[in-house]
Structure formats: structure tokens, C-alpha cells
């Protein structure tokens, strides 16, 4: 309970503390980082004229547990992390991992070639390679003179 005004007894790193104390008790990401990941698991995505490139980060799954779906421009990554059991007797001191069923779906610019789609799980990331629709990429028109 504060007693004093603001500023007589608390220090700017007092409020920083709990400014960060907040932030992880409802589990938001800190606005001065700008550059965060708004949901689990963190992904990269990228295009060219040939298709895009996915990369999730999904430590702690095992590849049997991660879903991947493509309907024409869509994707759809959906998988579960169990939870860990710390043992009989042993309490959890602190506990920030996630578990649970998470499912991502993200549009592309393109349709995908779902039949040439390659997925790789290695050390705890996803790299899916997802060609383009060869009906879907631009066609080069040759002018004839004359």
C-alpha cells in the first residue's frame, strides 16, 4: 500500500520492475522489444516468383504432434506440446513454457503446388518449402514484330 507520494520513495526502476512483473503475470510481450511474436510458435515466412518458405520454431514437439495443411493459398500449421511432469516430488518454482493445441493459418500471395509441398523438422524447426501452382505463376508473352 503506498503511503508516500509517488516519486518520494519508489524509483523509476522500482516501477520498471513492475511494469515487467505485469507484463509477464498477463503474459503480453514487451511493448520496448518491437519486435515480438504475436502467437506461438514464432514464424518466418517468405516468397519469391518459385513459392514461399516457411520456418517455425516448435521446441520441445516432436514431429508426430505438428499438422500441416494447404488449401490453394492457405496454410495451415496446427500441432500440441504436452506438458512437462516435473516428477512425484519435485513443485514447479516457476513454469512460462506453454503447452497445449495451437494452430496457425496464414494466407500467401500465391497458390501452392500442395503435391510438391516438403516439410523438415530438425533440432526444433520447422522448414516447409511450398512451391508455387504452376497455373498460379506469371507467364512471360513474347511480341513479335511485324
Do not use: C
Amino acid at each position: 500500500m503506498l503511503r508516500q507520494p509517488f516519486g518520494s520513495q519508489y524509483s523509476w526502476r522500482d516501477m520498471e520492475r513492475l511494469r515487467r512483473e505485469m507484463e509477464r503475470l498477463f503474459a503480453t510481450p514487451a511493448r520496448t522489444s518491437g519486435n515480438f511474436a504475436p502467437t506461438y510458435p514464432a514464424m518466418n515466412v517468405w516468397t519469391n516468383e518459385d513459392g514461399a518458405v516457411v520456418t517455425a520454431e516448435l521446441p520441445g514437439i516432436a514431429a508426430d504432434d505438428i499438422s500441416i495443411s494447404i488449401t490453394g493459398d492457405t496454410v495451415t500449421l496446427s500441432g500440441s506440446r504436452k506438458p512437462e511432469e516435473p516428477g512425484e516430488d519435485a513443485a514447479y518454482l516457476r513454469r512460462e513454457r506453454r503447452h497445449g493445441n495451437f494452430t496457425r493459418v496464414f494466407q500467401l500471395p500465391h497458390k501452392i503446388a500442395a503435391d510438391q509441398v516438403e516439410a523438415v523438422f530438425k533440432k526444433g524447426v520447422l522448414h516447409i518449402s511450398l512451391p508455387r501452382a504452376e497455373d498460379d505463376k506469371p507467364k512471360k508473352i513474347a511480341v513479335k514484330v511485324g
